[in-house]
């Protein structure tokens, strides 16, 4: 692994993997979210939250692996940015860089910034109170006065305005990141051939239509708590 990670060619595969696994988490993680707004009051999204917190092999193999998955994308995006700078300091005397790249690929550390200070959001909203109660205070039975409380807990999150605020932009920002970052990954991998219209299509309609998702679901929670 650490001779892969020496080159420029093998970070970027690296960084690729790490890609895919992250956009299928954040698939994984939508159809669950996405259960909240059904017209049950919370009855499914209960469920699938309960049994996502409880199960030994989400809770002690897949958590684990996708924190490390976080924090190796990221780690990996800023090493990438440094490198790419550093390659491209002669070049840019001589070339208009914004003529020869998009936006977004020119600004993914920054959204991928922004991304991250969501995360560190997220994480001191629902991560470490689910940590701490169970880990901590070793309450599993995920019950508040005898109900599921996932759904309840998701609801109060979205009172705030400016909680509100702060999601909606993020997702912005990650879809932005994930209009260049999605291509991008695949073109890494080598995934230039016949296909490449159609993954770039399946692209745009992933990169847009998942944030897109998570931001009607705060929105939904915010003007119906």
């Known amino acids: ?43 499914t999204f209960n469920k699938l939250s309960h049994f996502m917190g409880t199960n030994g092999l989400v809770q002690y193999v897949m958590q684990p692996i996708l924190i490390f998955g976080v924090v ?33 690929s020119r600004n993914m550390i920054y959204s991928g910034a922004a991304i991250l200070a969501f995360i560190v959001l997220h994480f001191i909203d629902f991560w ?19 109900e599921f409380r996932y759904f309840h807990e998701l609801q109060h999150k979205f009172v705030s305005p400016l909680r509100v605020g702060a999601y909606v ?6 879809a932005l990141h994930l209009l260049h970052g999605f291509n991008s ?29 998570f931001i009607i679901i705060a929105l939904f929670h915010f003007f119906n708590h």
Not at 25 to 43: E, K, R
């Open 1 to 43: 692994m650490s001779g892969l990670l020496k080159s420029s060619i093998g970070r970027k595969f690296a960084m690729a993997l790490s890609a895919f696994f992250l956009m299928f988490f954040l698939l994984q993680h939508f159809a669950i979210n996405i259960t909240s707004i059904f017209p049950d009051n919370g009855a």
């Open 72 to 104: 190796f994308h990221f780690v990996m995006g800023f090493i990438l940015e440094m490198k790419n700078n550093s390659a491209r300091k002669v070049s840019y005397a001589k070339n208009n860089g914004a003529a020869n790249s998009t936006w977004m």
């Open 128 to 146: 470490f109170p689910e940590i701490n109660t169970k880990f901590i205070q070793g309450d599993w039975s995920g019950l508040h006065d005898g």
């Open 169 to 174: 932009i993020a997702f912005v920002f990650l």
């Open 185 to 213: 990954a695949f073109q890494s991998v080598g995934a230039n051939n016949k296909y490449t219209r159609g993954l770039k299509t399946f692209g745009k309609i992933y990169a847009i239509g998942i944030p897109a998702g």
